[in-house]
């Protein structure tokens, strides 16, 4: 697997680290947040008819960890829709099941409720949100009001891009002022585009929206919106 390298980002007022690898680190906390892993997707694809090879699990975790070991977390939180489905704890395979209870030994390991949730089984702590350091964790961004900085993943952002007439698209982070979406972790999650009207209405009230992309050292910043 490629090696995991973070860049530099402001929220909140103060530095967080987003990896290519759709993770953020947080350092105050030594924590690393990831969102939407859609574990054991392939397997309820293939349930259905539709043959996909069935190592989503597997590649995710895999990514995980590998995130864990380079940024040294401690604790790690999972932004919810940590399966594809209900019945996706059933369907693990023996060895991605390991790799998950690995995972969960080894760290402060938190799931945040989504629309497909993590079992207590797996280890760990399952909340339905949580506040952190005056953070806000939730699966899903909560509009309107008066509220502080919030975390949250369920959109699966991507920006796309036109370069040398080819329309590229990629996983990004989306922020406002108080509102952070996080990219989908999951080896095989789809994306929305980051400019679309429900992420825009999700993180009002705003004054400005970007689209975060790490790019080598740095996260470039891509406005989507401003007031």
């Known amino acids: 697997m490629v090696?995991?390298?973070?860049a530099p980002l402001d929220f909140a007022g103060e530095e967080w680290l987003l990896s290519a690898a759709r993770a953020l680190y947080w350092p105050r906390e030594q924590a690393l947040l990831v969102a939407d892993l859609h574990?054991?997707?392939?397997?309820?694809?293939?349930?259905?008819?539709?043959?996909?090879?069935?190592?989503?699990?597997?590649?995710?975790?895999?990514?995980?960890?590998l995130a864990i070991r380079?940024?040294?977390?401690?604790?790690?939180?999972?932004l919810g829709d940590s399966f594809h489905d209900a019945g996706g704890p059933a369907r693990m395979e023996p060895h991605a099941?390991?790799?998950?209870?690995?995972?969960?030994?080894?760290t402060d390991f938190?799931?945040?409720?989504?629309?497909?949730?993590?079992?207590?089984?797996?280890?760990?702590?399952?909340?339905?949100?949580?506040?952190?350091?005056?953070?806000?964790?939730?699966?899903?961004?909560?509009?309107?009001?008066?509220?502080?900085?919030e975390l949250s993943g369920h959109f699966h952002p991507k920006?796309?891009?036109f370069a040398r007439g080819r329309r590229i698209?990629?996983?990004?982070?989306?922020?406002?002022?108080?509102?952070?979406?996080?990219?989908?972790?999951?080896?095989?999650t789809g994306g929305l585009d980051a400019a679309s009207p429900a992420?825009?209405?999700?993180?009002?009230?705003?004054?400005?929206?970007?689209?975060?992309?790490?790019?080598?050292?740095k996260v470039a910043s891509f406005a989507l919106w401003r007031e």
């Open 70 to 78: 380079a940024s040294g977390a401690r604790r790690v939180f999972c």
């Open 199 to 217: 992420i825009r209405a999700a993180m009002q009230p705003a004054r400005h929206i970007d689209a975060l992309v790490p790019a080598g050292a």
């Open 159 to 161: 920006l796309a891009v």
């Open 3 to 6: 090696p995991v390298s973070f």
């Open 97 to 106: 099941a390991g790799m998950l209870a690995a995972l969960t030994r080894a």
């Open 110 to 149: 938190v799931w945040i409720a989504g629309n497909h949730d993590a079992r207590a089984e797996w280890g760990g702590t399952v909340v339905d949100e949580l506040t952190v350091g005056g953070v806000t964790l939730r699966h899903e961004a909560r509009p309107g009001g008066a509220i502080g900085p």
């Open 169 to 188: 698209a990629r996983p990004c982070a989306v922020r406002s002022e108080t509102r952070l979406i996080l990219p989908a972790f999951g080896a095989l």
């Open 39 to 65: 574990l054991e997707k392939a397997s309820w694809y293939a349930a259905r008819g539709q043959m996909l090879p069935p190592y989503d699990s597997r590649e995710t975790l895999g990514r995980l960890a």
